[in-house]
């Protein structure tokens, strides 16, 4: 059995055999299919003949590791068929198009169950397949924006804050875009009925604020940010300041957690109450004067093995060596870039980092002889590999 505290490099993962199409894209659909190439599926990527509209050099995009790429022109008069080829012999086709795209493109949903009836085709779009904004161009902010998520996140006082690209696309997109995939497949085993998933970042991103809507019906929950427990309203879960410009994640939640948290900071006997309401202001101050005495480092260590729940806000390149992170093999590097390890881990089918980003096209003649494709044709020459660039010390 591996060890589940070191990332297996070699094993196949517990989705070894299964076969995805990734018609290629940006955003959720590629982390998707990066996710389910992690666990071992094997991913093909179709490439277009023109360069990534990001511009993103391939050998630095982690979302396109553990795949082969095979490039094909869906505009040209055998583009569609080459497509069909591959889905005649895969299980699962992710697609990124705005709606109405892939059909245009003769490589929709009926076209590609017409050759493989078990296939699971999966849609992954901001605004979903119908609706009045499904035709609109969008991005994570809007979907978020709309779903009523980016207005929870940030100070009361302040424009919403931004969660990057992360709470959009990622959770609400690719992680439930992955959930329909695998629900989809154990049906089509069971069946041999495949079906269409629609994965709408908009709809995801709701799914996920599910505990607050029973919240919200409770009276447990206000609807406005920065008033509620786990928003920031409350002084024992937020984030402070330190001497020296660091920050320092509060989570102090659990009255005995608390108490070993206003133990270690030396709020003092007469400080407010941890859930005094009328006292917040006071207490949120006098903690905040506190965290200001001393830099992140010296309160890393006041805090060090302790249960008052206080930790620092790293960077990502900082994360990437912590003690905690490193120990477990949350970080690795592979050919000088240093990426997150698949997750989750399996005790006896470990994920893997297979393979290093595809170049577009590398592996059209690999693909073509191992999903017996000939038609694919030859693989081009493949570009040089860039050296890393310098990465300045966490």
Same mark, same amino acid.
């Given at each position: 059995?591996?060890?589940?505290?070191?990332?297996?490099?070699?094993?196949?993962?517990p #989705?070894a055999?299964?076969?995805?199409?990734?018609?290629?894209?940006?955003?959720?659909g590629?982390?998707?299919?990066?996710?389910?190439?992690?666990?071992?599926?094997?991913? /093909? %990527?179709?490439d277009?003949?023109?360069?990534?509209?990001?511009?993103?050099?391939?050998?630095?995009?982690?979302?396109?590791?553990?795949?082969?790429?095979?490039?094909?022109?869906?505009? =040209?008069?055998?583009?569609?068929?080459?497509?069909?080829?591959?889905? &005649?012999?895969?299980?699962?086709?992710?697609?990124?198009? %705005?709606p109405? /795209?892939?059909?245009? !493109?003769?490589?929709?949903?009926?076209?590609?169950?017409?050759?493989?009836?078990?296939?699971?085709?999966?849609?992954m779009t901001? *605004?979903?397949?119908?609706?009045? !904004? @499904?035709?609109?161009?969008?991005?994570?902010?809007?979907?978020?924006?709309? +779903?009523?998520?980016?207005?929870?996140?940030?100070?009361?006082?302040?424009?919403?804050?931004?969660?990057?690209n992360?709470?959009?696309?990622y959770?609400?997109?690719? #992680?439930?875009?992955?959930?329909?995939?695998?629900?989809?497949l154990?049906?089509?085993?069971?069946?041999? +009925?495949? $079906?269409?998933?629609?994965?709408?970042?908009?709809?995801?991103?709701?799914?996920?604020? =599910?505990?607050?809507?029973? !919240?919200?019906?409770?009276?447990? *929950? $206000?609807?406005?940010?920065?008033?509620?427990?786990?928003?920031?309203?409350?002084?024992?879960?937020?984030?402070? %300041?330190?001497?020296?410009?660091?920050?320092?994640?509060?989570?102090?939640?659990e009255?005995?957690?608390?108490?070993?948290?206003?133990r270690?900071?030396?709020?003092?006997?007469?400080?407010?109450? $941890?859930?005094?309401?009328?006292?917040?202001?006071?207490?949120?101050?006098?903690?905040?004067?506190?965290?200001?005495?001393?830099?992140?480092?010296? *309160?890393? @260590?006041?805090?060090?093995?302790?249960? @008052?729940?206080?930790?620092?806000?790293?960077?990502? %390149? $900082?994360?990437?060596?912590?003690?905690?992170?490193?120990?477990?093999?949350?970080?690795?590097?592979?050919?000088?870039?240093?990426?997150p390890?698949?997750?989750?881990?399996?005790?006896?089918?470990?994920?893997?980092?297979?393979?290093?980003?595809?170049?577009?096209?590398?592996?059209?003649a690999?693909?073509?002889?191992? *999903? &017996?494709?000939?038609?694919?044709g030859?693989?081009?020459?493949?570009?040089?590999?860039?050296?890393?660039?310098? =990465?300045?010390?966490?």
């Amino acid at each position: 059995m591996s060890d589940t505290n070191s990332p297996d490099v070699t094993g196949p993962g517990p #989705l070894a055999g299964v076969r995805v199409v990734e018609l290629a894209g940006i955003g959720p659909g590629p982390f998707a299919a990066m996710l389910l190439a992690d666990l071992g599926a094997d991913v /093909v %990527r179709v490439d277009r003949p023109d360069p990534s509209p990001l511009g993103t050099d391939p050998a630095y995009d982690i979302t396109n590791r553990n795949k082969r790429s095979v490039l094909i022109d869906l505009k =040209s008069p055998a583009g569609p068929g080459l497509v069909l080829d591959l889905v &005649d012999r895969a299980h699962l086709l992710i697609e990124g198009y %705005r709606p109405g /795209v892939a059909e245009r !493109l003769g490589v929709g949903p009926d076209a590609c169950l017409a050759r493989n009836p078990a296939l699971v085709y999966g849609r992954m779009t901001g *605004w979903g397949q119908h609706g009045p !904004l @499904a035709a609109t161009a969008g991005h994570d902010i809007g979907y978020t924006a709309v +779903a009523g998520v980016l207005g929870l996140i940030g100070s009361p006082d302040e424009a919403p804050a931004i969660p990057v690209n992360l709470l959009g696309d990622y959770a609400g997109g690719s #992680l439930y875009l992955v959930v329909g995939l695998l629900a989809a497949l154990h049906h089509a085993r069971a069946t041999g +009925a495949g $079906q269409v998933v629609d994965a709408a970042v908009v709809d995801g991103a709701a799914h996920l604020t =599910s505990m607050l809507w029973g !919240l919200l019906a409770a009276g447990h *929950w $206000q609807d406005r940010r920065g008033a509620n427990l786990l928003d920031g309203g409350e002084p024992c879960y937020s984030v402070y %300041r330190a001497s020296d410009g660091g920050h320092l994640a509060v989570g102090a939640l659990e009255p005995r957690f608390y108490a070993e948290f206003a133990r270690l900071l030396e709020l003092g006997p007469d400080a407010p109450g $941890q859930y005094d309401t009328a006292r917040r202001p006071e207490l949120r101050a006098r903690i905040a004067a506190r965290f200001a005495t001393r830099t992140r480092a010296e *309160w890393e @260590a006041v805090f060090a093995g302790s249960d @008052a729940c206080v930790e620092p806000v790293l960077t990502l %390149r $900082q994360a990437a060596v912590n003690e905690h992170l490193a120990a477990r093999g949350t970080y690795v590097e592979e050919e000088g870039v240093t990426q997150p390890a698949p997750a989750p881990r399996f005790s006896v089918t470990p994920g893997a980092l297979r393979r290093p980003p595809a170049r577009p096209g590398v592996h059209t003649a690999e693909v073509a002889r191992d *999903w &017996d494709v000939p038609a694919l044709g030859p693989a081009p020459s493949p570009a040089p590999t860039p050296p890393p660039p310098d =990465s300045p010390a966490p």
